[in-house]
């Protein structure tokens, strides 16, 4: 296998690994407010993911990276070009981790709703942000044969885009109801199960949508590969898994739904990188993005080394802080510790 061939690939399962990871810390931060209706029961929904967040974060510097090492010429064509959007969703994860922490620093109901919404805001913004840009990569931009984008910022909204935007901001809703069902109890429990079965459905149809959709886009037609009809699936067990209660695992189920949608864009657009909607022989592919060849070698050496240690620190990190929360240890009395952290 070629070494680029081999970062391409590795660079999708950084990005599955993130929406994996930080999909259902997303979907915690949109619904936190929802779940909890009062000042303990949302402390107590964002303390499900305050030991997580940060860490899982961390893919999206490491995926980011791996395009900007394995492949400079999609980075800058792509971080050029959709430039207004990462500026938006800088801002948007900015704001939403600093609100774990500010949140917490004045007791004032007005300071904590300030703080409650750009905590939603910013956990929609950023699977929606990150969806669309995904999709333009499949759909294409205006790309010329310098691999410059010359376009404007209308070219980034088609139709196929914005919808990949939705579908993996659902995603994140669904995959985070079933979160929380898993993480606390009572009340909360019931109010995120009510959510998650609730919005199942609607998760089911953007999937099974999206899928044909990307797949025709590709120009591949719209009978499913493996890697679509796994999601298809995954997503169809997921409704019918909460549904019946088995929150354990529809979780699973979500997972993998979530993981495989993710996958399906990527599988799509290989061997491209980035579609020029100019001419197709603009658009960048694998091999004229890539890094050289002595490159690649040392990171592929660096990559097989430290990526298991990450994935057991993460492990590690879930087994430790895999007991449930309650809103009784945030009231007057209870636990006053730092929600987030």
Known sequence: MALATFWFILTAVLWTGFFIL?????????????????????RAVISTIGPLWD??????I????????????????????LYPAMVLLLVALILRGVSFEFREKVLAPHWRRAWTVCLSGGSLLVPLL????LGDLLYGLPIDQDQEFTGGL????SAYSVFAGLTLAVLCVQHGATFITLKTTGELRGRAS??????????ALAVLAFLPWTHSTAGKGVLPNLVALIAALAVLAAAWLVTVRREGWAFTATTVAIATTVLAVFVDLYPRLMVSST?????????NSASGGYAL?????VAIVFFPLVLAYQGWTWHVFRRRVSAEQYTVGGATGDAAG
């Open 297 to 301: 070698k040392v990171m592929s050496v």
């Open 154 to 157: 209308g070219d980034l909204f």
């Open 22 to 42: 930080e999909g259902f810390d997303l979907g915690v931060g949109i619904l936190h407010a929802v779940v909890g209706r009062d000042e303990p029961g949302r």
């Open 279 to 287: 001419d197709p022989a603009y658009s960048l592919t694998v091999q």
């Open 55 to 60: 860490g899982n974060e961390v893919w999206l």
């Open 130 to 133: 990150i969806g669309i840009a």
């Open 62 to 81: 490491v995926a980011a990276a791996s395009m900007f090492a394995a492949f400079p010429g999609w980075y800058a064509t792509m971080f050029s070009g």
């Open 194 to 203: 009510l959510l998650a079965r609730r919005v199942a459905p609607v998760t």
